[in-house]
């Protein structure tokens, strides 16, 4: 595990909502062209995000979510230290609601010549968390 790495996951399990203190730690253990993809998000129209703008614009999406936390449940890297994994789980409060949810993930990722995250792929099921808290997008019909 690259230390780089182990700062980048440790800013997801501080989360703070999405402050300027976790977006900061992020920037900081990235490489300059990070790409971000949230594979089951995708459908909602938002696609891949890349580099700083796209690190910040990860973060703010957070700001509907108090008392979050990413933990950590495993992390892989593989012998060629280009590419990492982790099974993941996130939990916290929908600010706008005040109702609490719990959600299991994987993330998958490649590392710069540095050991900076270059990539990270989420797989999630949004579904199992707007069953506990709502949709997570307003509806076009609304």
Known sequence: M????????A???????GGEQTT?????TSSDDVRYADVNMMFA???TMDGEPGIRQLCAG??????????????????????WATEWEWHGTRTDSDKSFKVRGASVGTLDADGRVASQTDYWN?????AQVGPMMPSAAS
């Open 2 to 9: 690259t230390e780089a790495l182990e700062a980048y996951l």
């Open 11 to 17: 800013a997801w399990e501080v989360h703070l909502a």
């Open 24 to 28: 900061n730690a992020m920037l900081a």
């Open 45 to 47: 129209g938002a696609g």
């Open 62 to 83: 957070f700001a509907d979510f108090a008392s979050t936390n990413m933990g950590v449940i495993s992390k892989h890297v593989s012998d060629d230290r280009r590419h």
């Open 126 to 130: 949004p579904a199992h968390l707007e």
